[in-house]
């Protein structure tokens, strides 16, 4: 079974707005941890946020922000203020007790001018 | 500056030959892992290793062959075995907390000629 379910392959964004990216995990472990990477068409991977699963706030680094719906299982991405710079694949993944990443398919972002 | 270096960045493979991807970190991390990734998909995990001298397969090892008999360092090997060997391949290492992202370095691109 997938453990992390993204399900918009592709999205389009006007600049200065915001965007929302789906994230879906499924787990039976009580502590985990879930992670948001960017991949440019470069190819590396950018770490972006990190919430953890006893965490009760929602996790934000600048513009990124996690909204993070425990019982729901659902990890969503918000991109506030989009950027031309923003277009890549973005990644959800979860880390469950033995320190493993499982990785969704991505959502490529393409931010429009 | 503390980071990952993978080479080469591109690799071209003959049929029936043995390839080795090189990784290399000095951020001092005792986690090690190698991913696949193919065109439009996630990344899957082939090895990590935890400890020098020590690693485990991960969800596709078969036709590949991992070491770590240093800790920074964590070449992958993708043996003849590996009938459908090309992709892109990232790999990433990671500090002891748990909140702790992996790093991933730039990604190695391999090719059957």
């Known amino acids: 079974a997938q453990k992390i379910t993204q399900t918009q392959p592709g999205m389009f964004v006007q600049e200065k707005e915001a965007v929302t990216l789906d994230c879906t995990y499924d787990t039976s472990d009580q502590s985990y941890g879930l992670f948001w990477y960017k991949q440019p068409s470069s190819g590396e991977m950018i770490f972006l946020i990190y919430?953890?699963?006893?965490?009760?706030q929602n996790a934000t680094e600048g513009r990124y922000s996690l909204n993070f719906q425990k019982a729901r299982k659902s990890a969503n991405l918000v991109i506030s203020a989009s950027q031309l710079g923003d277009s890549a694949m973005y990644f959800c993944?979860?880390?469950?007790?033995?320190?493993?990443?499982?990785f969704g398919a991505g959502t490529t972002v393409t931010v429009r001018a | 500056d503390g980071g990952i270096t993978q080479s080469p960045k591109y690799l071209f493979r003959k049929e029936g030959q043995n390839v080795t991807l090189s990784c290399e970190q000095n951020l001092n991390h005792d986690a090690m892992y190698w991913y696949r990734q193919d065109p439009g998909q996630g990344l899957r995990l082939i090895y990590y290793?935890?400890?020098?001298?020590?690693?485990q397969k991960g969800d596709i090892a078969e036709g590949y062959s991992v070491s770590r008999e240093k800790k920074e360092s964590f070449p992958l090997t993708v043996t003849s075995a590996q009938k459908n060997p090309t992709a892109f391949y990232l790999c990433?290492?990671?500090?002891?907390?748990?909140?702790?992202?992996?790093?991933f370095g730039d990604g190695t691109r391999l090719s059957i000629l």
């Open positions: 919430q953890g699963s006893y965490d009760e």
């Open positions: 993944a979860m880390r469950e007790y033995d320190y493993k990443l499982s």
């Open positions: 290793s935890q400890i020098v001298n020590d690693f």
């Open positions: 990433a290492s990671k500090g002891g907390q748990v909140g702790q992202p992996q790093h």
